[in-house]
């Protein structure tokens, strides 16, 4: 034992001062596997150094601000102690194994036995545990804790947290394009960070764990029918589109031309088109539900019909093909098709499904249904932050081009250019469905619907992807693109002068429920003619007057 080891133990040390040598403790000890992770995902170009020293820097007053906000007084040491066994714990399995303490490693170790248990313990696991666990615990025991005032205790905690925060956020704002690259595109890299992830997977599985009370599912449009005389069969192709803002749209006057192949297809533009939310788990379950933005929650939601229940009630052969990541519940109750890996996507090539692929053999399934149509096409679209790889070789236009996730890294024209490329595509993809429609218009009133789910930040203030707080997100997350194209058969039955109009008007997600139901003359007092988007009942008897 150190000859100044008595002194440094009876040493007097602040609350503040405590948690934050604990921080800095479990941030660097506890956490090398973190960091390698990061170096892994990244690269070690020089460079990038001054962003690591800020990863270091955020994770610890990430730390400082949670510490603070449960250690108080008589909590402080048992607070600090539990922190750093469990950081020794979960940072040995990290170490020694890889291993990710996720909700389901929770749930195996809870279902262990005491010889299965036994197994895992061995000198290598004692010595680390002992060092960066026991050793620190002793440590923190022994200090002596200066307790003021609850006044002045209040005050320097504050500041501590204030410090922390400031930390926090100067590095997120000077590195945001890192971080966002590193959060989005490489998020298993999070999973690694000890005791956090462990933490909150404990959360969630206590969350998931515990007895729930089951809401009754509630049927809307019960009263949902498609009007008896009508002869002509509706085929509509819904498109979700992924990540794409409106104001990189060429049809929106965008100063490059983006989208030729839909300009020659003359569809009818909305260049007023909003967004329920600024990521996909809230915008694509919004737009299909009658709840509308301001009263739009997913627990709520998940608990009525949407759109496409009511379509299929009123007897629509209803598809939902998906080439993302799902449809956030909105098909659970009708056929769902997974088109992002083979052998649905016959267009898939290194781990990347193209788009174009959920139109295979798409035109059998329109031949074997009977009656009218809905097919709802969920894009990967310009889902970052590889825009690089949502594209194929042939579309890259635009150069030089951003060929990494790491956003932070590349020029604002790089970014630019490989985010329009991706545009492209897209508006290749949805010639491709207006082309499969053509084809059908002599059978079927045939139209296609794209709209966004939200937009994208590129750079901007210092904002890289989407998801910001819908209050405060900038208008590039929130206004989106949206077109329709309609087929002979429905222009017969509108007044195109009307829609020319009205495309002209602001209009939102709120708008797709009951647009989706009038595009099929559906009979439901779930919908509502004021907010589609043709008013097609409104417009078919103005022409008939």
């Known amino acids: 034992m150190p000859s100044n080891w008595p002194r440094l133990r009876d040493r007097e040390i602040s609350s503040g001062g405590l948690i ?14 973190f960091y390698s992770a990061a ?33 108080h007084r008589a909590l402080v ?41 036994g197994d895992l313990v061995s000198p290598a696991m004692l010595t680390w545990i002992g060092l960066v666990g026991v050793l620190p615990t002793f440590t923190v025991w022994r200090a002596k804790l200066i307790f003021p005032d ?70 809307l449009g019960t009263d949902a029918a498609i009007p008896p005389g009508d002869r002509n069969h509706e085929l509509v192709i819904m498109v979700v589109g992924e990540t794409l803002r409106a104001d990189h749209f060429g049809l929106n006057g965008y100063a490059r031309d983006t989208t030729p192949q839909l300009r020659s297809r003359k569809v009818v533009n909305f260049p007023d088109f909003w967004s329920c939310g600024t990521a ?130 590349c020029t604002g024209e790089e970014l630019n250019n490989t985010y329009d490329n991706a545009v492209l595509y897209t508006d290749y993809f949805l010639s491709k469905v207006i082309d499969l429609l053509k084809a059908n218009d002599h059978n079927y009133e045939t139209a296609m619907f794209y709209v966004s789910d939200h937009g994208e930040s590129l750079g901007e203030h210092g904002l890289y992807l989407h998801g910001a707080p819908y209050a405060f997100a900038p208008d590039t997350q929130k206004h989106v693109p949206a077109v329709m194209w309609l087929g002979q058969g429905i222009k017969k039955d509108i007044v195109m002068a009307s829609v020319a109009d009205r495309s002209l008007h602001r209009w939102s997600h709120d708008n797709v429920f009951s647009t989706l139901l009038g595009f099929f003359e559906v009979t439901t007092v779930a919908y509502n003619s004021k907010l589609d988007i043709l008013e097609r009942t409104h417009i078919e008897t103005s022409s008939q007057n």
Request: glycine share 8%.
């Open 20 to 33: 934050l040598a604990v921080a800095v403790f479990i941030g660097i000890v506890a956490n090398g596997r």
């Open 39 to 71: 170096l892994t995902a990244l690269g070690s170009s020089p460079w990038l150094w001054p962003f690591y020293i800020s990863l270091f820097g955020s994770f610890v007053a990430l730390l400082v601000l949670i510490l603070s906000a449960v250690c």
């Open 77 to 117: 040491k048992p607070v600090l102690i539990a922190f750093l066994l469990i950081s020794a714990l979960v940072s040995y399995f990290a170490i020694a194994y890889g291993t990710v303490v996720d909700e389901e490693m929770i749930a195996n170790a809870l279902q262990t036995d005491g010889a299965e248990a």
């Open 150 to 219: 609850w006044r002045t205790e209040t005050v320097a905690r504050l500041k501590l947290a204030g410090a922390a925060g400031t930390v926090l956020v100067g590095s997120v704002v000077a590195f945001s394009g890192h971080y966002a690259g590193l959060l989005r595109f490489h998020g298993e890299v999070t999973n690694q960070a000890v005791p956090t992830y462990a933490l909150l997977s404990a959360i969630r599985f206590a969350a998931r764990s515990a007895p729930k009370t089951k809401h009754q599912h509630i049927e």
């Open 280 to 409: 996909t788990a809230i915008s694509v379950p919004c737009m299909f539900s009658n709840l509308g933005q301001a009263k739009f929650n997913t627990t709520t939601a998940a608990t009525f019909d949407n759109a496409l229940d009511i379509l299929a009630r009123a007897g629509v052969n209803v598809l939902w093909r998906d080439n993302n990541s799902s449809s956030k519940g909105v098909a659970d109750r009708v056929t769902y098709q997974d088109f992002k890996k083979p052998p649905l996507n016959p267009m898939c090539e290194d781990g990347e499904c193209r788009d174009e692929g959920m139109l295979a053999g798409l035109q059998d399934w329109i031949n074997a249904q009977q009656g009218d149509m809905l097919i709802v096409l969920h894009q990967m679209g310009n889902h970052g932050p590889a825009y690089y790889k949502r594209y194929p070789k042939s579309f890259e236009k635009f150069t030089p081009v951003c060929s990494t996730s790491d956003l932070g890294s």
